[in-house]
């Protein structure tokens, strides 16, 4: 498939918006019951929000996305609820693609800043958002949808974190490797080469958070070990963000082909990055 021949633009139809609320079940399950439905999808940027759809050269849908708009602390701002593509156009870079258009689109309704949820546990959508986007890490929110249908959520508790992305393009990008014996580690199976944390573990002026690089592979051999990791790194982000340290980015150590973000408190004095103590709803 030809990434350059697809056409990225708001839905028109009803046939488009039925379209979407299709790929919702196709990507998350059809026994899935927090479908946006067409009705919503097709007045939706008449009061303010953004549906847009991602077309083949046959006017077929392969993704789409979809949030709302709204005023915090005296901004215009935008929730991203959901984000999908089909597997068959995976891997073409539409995710993305998707993601710079909602931008655009949104910058130039005078939006400042585009918030969404993520799985903490999902290494591939941390490295996309973070390290790819730019976006940046204000809040852990625990369990934040409980149990829910879709089959994407394995029974596991829905955790999340809350990034927030800046419409103007001015989203920092990070690298993506780092070497683990450089920095303290947090982990839910920590290995004995590991720099342990000193005991002033506050003073430390950045430290690793180990999360699986494939969570899904994990959760197919043991849903037990895919529940202690997401236990702990509920503590270790909640330890984290609670003594000023902020996101810098999902990296790799290239030796032992581990995952962890980068906390550092150099990051949380570039900017107002931790918001611990605000509640949010929404978002996937």
């Known amino acids: 498939m030809d990434a350059d021949i697809i056409e990225i633009r708001p839905l028109h139809s009803n046939a488009e918006c039925e379209a979407a609320a299709a790929l919702q079940r196709e990507v998350w399950g059809q026994g899935y019951v927090d479908v946006v439905p067409a009705t919503l999808l097709h007045v939706v940027e008449y009061v303010g929000g953004l549906a847009a759809g991602a077309f083949d050269r046959d006017g077929e849908m392969l993704g789409f996305v979809f949030g709302i708009n709204g ?10 609820h959901m984000l999908g593509v089909c597997e068959r156009a995976r891997n073409l870079g539409l995710g993305r693609r998707l993601k710079e258009y909602q931008r655009e689109r949104l910058r130039a309704l005078g939006a400042t800043r585009i918030f969404w949820s993520f799985d903490p546990l999902m290494s591939k959508n941390a490295y996309f958002n973070l390290n790819r986007l730019g976006a940046e890490v204000v809040e852990y929110v625990p369990d934040m949808y409980g149990t829910t249908s879709s089959p994407l959520h394995l029974g596991m508790p829905t955790d999340r974190l809350i990034v927030s992305l800046r419409t103007d393009g001015r989203g920092e990008k990070y690298g993506s490797s780092v070497l683990a014996a450089d920095h303290p580690v947090l982990s839910a199976f920590p290995r004995d080469y590991d720099r342990p944390m000193p005991d002033n573990a506050t003073s430390t002026p950045s430290v690793l958070i180990e999360i699986p690089p494939d969570i899904l592979s994990v ?8 529940e202690a990791w997401c236990m702990a790194v509920r503590s270790h982000f909640q330890w984290a963000l609670s003594n000023g340290y ?7 150590d290239p030796l032992s082909d581990r995952s962890f973000y980068l906390v550092s408190r150099s990051a949380a004095q570039s900017g107002p990055r931790s918001r611990a103590a605000v509640a949010w709803a929404g978002g996937r």
């Open 71 to 80: 005023v915090r602390d005296g901004e215009i701002v935008h929730w991203s």
């Open 219 to 226: 959760l197919s051999r043991s849903s037990s070990t895919a």
């Open 246 to 252: 902020a996101v810098a980015g999902l990296l790799r």
